[in-house]
């Protein structure tokens, strides 16, 4: 019993955020080139590992509270879809750089040699697929009742207030972003950012079929962005964000009352008053000025910066147009993970806070 | 007995009515399943050949497929939900006890609420094999452009129909997201910078003419915004997804075919 | 290998055919153009507009609130419900505070115990003065235009009026009740 308690203890401890988005952003890429991982044996231990825990922690009251909540068990269907998909995926791409190393075509490319008709091959297929589908649809609804909770009260909001569960990733960036940032400016750098993939990309292999070797950089940006910064941070605010919007471990009960102390500070707050030791000047530009000097080179002058040094392969390769709009995109999404450690390491709240015109960032 | 039997499948499918509807007859020749692709439809969608790549569910996943059918269930769905519901504030809840309790068979809601979540991740898993197949790489570029704005009105599609039981848990997550919109810059009452938008002492945007306002039709989440989400959850959207899927699907037949290398 | 004429012209002269020339079709295509899409935005902006409705069926957003000296010292939350409004008094004067979190718009709840304002959605915290001092609330929360009525001496309060903080507008004379 004892064991039991510490390992949830270690594991409420370790799924704090902070941990949590370092374990994902480290494991990602470890992951990713640990070939034992993407065979069927790896898949099997790895499903064994997933399915394991989370069946064995349904025997938890408090974690069984939240993951049976009807509008939480899609997520819990996400997991397991999403990571299967996953190890697929990279099974298969490590199966094809494989024969690609060997000299011989990707599976796809040695199947899309032969056509078949679509008669019956592809519309059976389909059907199969649809039927399967279909009966998935109606056994989970006849189990599972959809959520319907009191009418509608616009006095009293319910605790933890939740957006629908899609947009969680982005109801976690409101913890470190303010609205306009999290809620408008991400999201369509997210949507403009999907749609210039194929126009910053001009790799010209792994067209078609599944490769790891050949896209290495390309993969391993889109996974960062896909699996951790949007799935992961999901499943954080469907299971570990209680009332409050406080961080629960996956075992903790959601007590209302729990205590976080918030006491979060400005950068011009650190540098004026704790650096320079004299009170905060009152004009605005003066005042923000080194955050809007740290904000300026990040979006500005790092690309050029990394033009010359650490990306030069990469100027070098693409041209500038490519290069410099792929490279701000990718730092607009490592804008993420770099405020959040700032906020856990140094309590920052605004890197810039100009409330006049309601402009933080 | 058994001859019988083939008499009459065979006056069946070799009488007028019959012929009218099937010109074709069983395909089992390959004659026969050229024609029975090109004379259908819904079945002309696909080419009459295609290549063994994009057959195999271990590269394609059926995850568009299943999308598309999800799509097709929940407008099914949608539609007989329609026949009960009415988007007042004064209605809505009961509307939807009485789906759950009255009506008979009553799972519609349920199809369409787990159906909804499913279409969302079967829509990203759908990118996900397109993005870890490279398939987005020319000449599929613009398709994966529409591909993108078909996730974005999934979602919308999605969130709009979030609103509508008018429950607790509909009317708070529709504040906190239409709230962002406040937060647009400029155009938002909340945003950066809006504040700097004023005639000498007159404000220009207003909590009744900023971005929320527009989307709400209202200063808060109300009857206004109900009505709205209601005819952009059942018409709107579902109309500018339907022809972007049409030409989605043009597209990937124009531009190689389904899956595999170009 | 070039077989073209020598006397055909690089380009064709600009020659009227019935009074029409290069430059005034040219002419005649700008205008239409322009008008086309002049039409269209005009078009858009009317539907744009067409979604700001004039009048609002929204509750009143002016209300009476009682006479003063029915307020004790601190919350008052009688109007809450019914308004969204708390009425505080403090020494010298009454305000009216709006129940909606400046993060994004939840309804904070007043916790008299630890004496503060306290969002529930993303855990915002409030001073009984409105200014935020935890959470992600990026400003105070906004005062409502407050006044004494001069009819009958009850207090008039108007939430389509707001006095905000950041903006330094709290010391307005519409924006709180001086008490004796």
Known sequence: ?361 | MASRWRDLQQSIVSSQFWKSIFRVGIPNTNRKRVLAMLGNVVLHLHPVKTRKSGVKMRYTWCAGGVTFFLFLVLTFTGLLLMFYYRPTVEYAFVDILDLREQVPFGIMREVHRWGAHAMVISVWIHMFRVFMTGSYKPPREFNWVIGVILLVLTLLLSFTGYLLPWDQLAIWAITVGSNMASATPLLGIQGPGTSLLKIGDIQLVTSTNDARFGLLGGRFVGAGALLRFYVLHCVGIPLIAAFLMAVHFWRVRKDGGISGPV | MSTAPETLPSSPPDVALDGVTRRSTLKWMVLAWTGFAAATGAGLTATVRFLFPNVLFEPPTRFKAGDPSSYALGVDERWKEKYGIWIVRDTNSIYALVAVCVHLGCTPNWLQAQNKFKCPCHGSGYYVSGINFEGPAPRPLERAQIEVSGEDGQIIVDKAFRYLYERGQWSDPKAFVKMA
């Open chain 1, 1 to 361: 019993m004892a064991l039991i308690e510490f390992v949830k203890n270690a594991i409420d401890f370790l799924s704090a955020p902070q941990y949590l988005v370092t374990g994902a952003l480290i494991g990602l890429v470890l992951a990713i080139h640990w070939r034992p991982i993407w065979t069927p044996k790896g898949g099997a231990v790895l499903f064994a590992l997933l399915a394991g825990g989370i069946g064995l922690s349904y025997l938890d009251p408090n974690f069984n509270k939240v993951a049976t909540l009807p509008d939480n068990v899609p997520i819990v269907g996400m997991i397991f879809l999403v990571g299967f998909f996953f190890w697929f995926s990279m099974t298969q791409a490590y199966a094809n750089d494989r024969r690609i190393a060997e000299g011989r075509p990707p599976f796809e490319g040695e199947d899309s040699a032969q056509k078949v008709f679509s008669w019956p091959d592809l519309v059976y297929v389909e059907l199969i697929c649809l039927v399967i589908v279909m009966a998935v649809m109606i056994v989970w609804s006849i189990y599972l009742k959809a959520p319907l909770e009191e009418p509608a009260n616009p006095t009293d909001s319910p605790n933890p207030a939740k957006a629908p569960w899609y947009f969680l990733g982005l109801q976690e960036m409101l913890v470190y972003f303010d609205p306009w940032l999290a809620g408008v400016a991400f999201p369509s750098i997210i949507i403009v950012g999907l749609m210039a993939i194929p126009y910053i990309d001009t790799n010209p292999k792994g067209n078609g079929y599944f490769t790891f070797r050949e896209r290495r950089w390309e993969i391993t940006i889109f996974l960062t962005g896909f699996l951790v910064l949007w799935c992961m941070l999901i499943v954080l605010g469907t299971f570990l964000r209680g009332p409050n919007w406080n961080f629960f471990g996956p075992y903790e009960f959601w007590d209302v009352n729990k205590l976080v102390p918030l006491n979060n500070i400005n950068l011009s707050e650190i540098i004026w008053i704790k650096v320079l030791k004299r009170s905060l000047p009152n004009f605005w530009l003066i005042r923000e000025m080194f955050g809007l000097a740290v904000v300026g080179f990040y979006v500005a002058a790092l690309p050029l910066v990394f033009s010359k040094t650490l990306l030069r392969r990469f100027y070098e390769k693409m041209d500038p147009v490519r290069y410099f709009i792929g490279v701000s995109l990718a730092l607009m999404m490592l804008a993420l993970p770099i405020k959040m450690y700032l906020r856990w390491i140094f309590n920052l709240k605004y890197i810039v806070a100009i409330p006049e015109f309601a402009f933080n960032i």
